[in-house]
């Protein structure tokens, strides 16, 4: 027991330290150089300041660390400006002091400069505190500490190997892929027991569903942001337009899929009418259609596709579809065939290279 215990806390240890490892020594590096070149160049004996704006703006990619660094300078220099006037003109020095804090914290917390916005009411607070004493050179070299630790966690930031966060989001919409198409092969076989979609698929499954549409998302997002602004070769080689493109078609397709579990859970017996002329080929069309969103990966649409969507629309003439006046299998038959135009959305070219040298023999397009 006590073994399965260390080895559950050692596996959780390693997963943290290859997530959060290169973060952490990126932002070690850049606290470091700034304290060494604050100390060689500037002659400042202790620079904390530097060394904790080193540490504060380094983030998980170099977007996020380029957008800290533009809040956390901004929240500093806004502390300056606030602060300049109180000290120099305010009279008697309290009146000043209240004055400068009230305005820094109102201006800190209006939320424009996140968590960052703390550093507007601290640093005007040592700033009143330096120029009031007729410390400039302090000041300044207080100020210099702060844009060297911007600057180099910027540097170490897009220098240091980026990460570049691909193979999570190919798991997560690898993960998508099979739990949609495996709710599709289980609403098949609701159709064909006759059984509400929570008794085949359990009670959860469209929280379920929800779930891992949200976690392909931010994962998404996550490895479009790490490409960004990214020098890794492996950043360059990456075209996430096309898995933007699946994952829009694996959500529509999972709304329509979520849509088509409540028409069955409303009417049960939808699908199982006409002594089972339209629930056979709507099962087949079930699980043809669940083969296809395994198979959505950014290439070409699924050669089954066509003859799907041609079964579908000869299943639902006069003669193969359902009885008339059936609402809910109708409404099953219009969630299925827009989950087929979803799965069917041609992936979208990759972009034209132009090429200095023009051949002569072609003829210019621009009139």
């Excluded at 660094?69 to 003109?89: D, E």
């Excluded at 492996?234 to 397709?253: E, I, K, S």
């Excluded at 198979?295 to 699924?302: A, D, I, L």
């Excluded at 041609?346 to 009139?367: D, G, M």
Aim: hydrophobic share 45%; proline share 6%; aromatic share 4%.
């Amino acid at each position: 027991m006590r073994g399965a215990r260390w080895s559950a806390l050692s596996a959780r240890i390693r997963r943290v330290a290859r997530a959060d490892g290169p973060e952490a020594a990126r932002a070690t590096v850049a606290a470091g150089l700034t304290w060494q070149t604050c100390t060689t160049l500037l002659h400042i004996p202790d620079p904390y300041a530097g060394a904790v704006a080193a540490l504060l703006v380094v983030e998980t990619t170099v977007v996020r660390t380029a957008s800290a660094a533009a809040r956390y300078g901004a929240g500093c220099l806004l502390g300056v400006l606030i602060a300049l006037p109180g000290a120099l003109y305010a009279r008697p020095g309290m009146a000043g002091l209240v004055l400068v804090v009230l305005v820094s914290v109102l201006l800190g917390r209006r939320g424009f400069l996140g968590h960052y916005g703390v550093h507007v009411p601290a640093t005007a607070l040592v700033t009143f505190a330096l120029v009031r004493g007729r410390h400039p050179g302090e000041l300044a070299s207080h100020l210099a500490e702060i844009v060297l630790g911007i600057a180099f966690g910027l540097a170490c930031s897009a220098l240091l190997l980026p990460a570049v966060r691909v193979r999570t989001a190919e798991r997560a919409l690898e993960e998508l892929r099979v739990l949609v198409a495996r709710c599709l092969d289980g609403l098949a076989d609701t159709v064909v027991r006759r059984e509400r979609p929570r008794d085949v698929l359990g009670p959860g499954w469209e929280q379920q569903l929800g779930t891992a549409l949200e976690r392909a998302r931010t994962a998404v997002d996550e490895a479009h942001e790490s490409v960004r602004w990214n020098v890794r070769p492996a950043a360059r080689r990456r075209r996430w337009h096309l898995d933007h493109r699946v994952l829009r078609a694996l959500t529509d397709v999972a709304h329509q899929l979520t849509a088509t579990g409540r028409v069955l859970d409303a009417h049960p017996g939808a699908a199982g009418g006409s002594g089972g002329a339209f629930a056979r080929p709507y099962t087949r069309l079930l699980r043809t259609t669940a083969l296809c969103a395994y198979s959505c990966r950014g290439g070409r649409p699924h050669p089954a596709l066509p003859a799907a969507r041609q079964a579908l629309t000869r299943l639902g003439t006069a003669g193969c579809g359902p009885p008339a006046g059936d609402a809910g299998s109708d409404r099953l038959l219009r969630h299925l065939e827009s989950a087929l135009s979803c799965l069917s959305a041609p992936a979208p070219a990759p972009p034209l290279r132009t090429h200095r040298v023009r051949n002569p023999l072609r003829t210019s397009l621009r009139r």
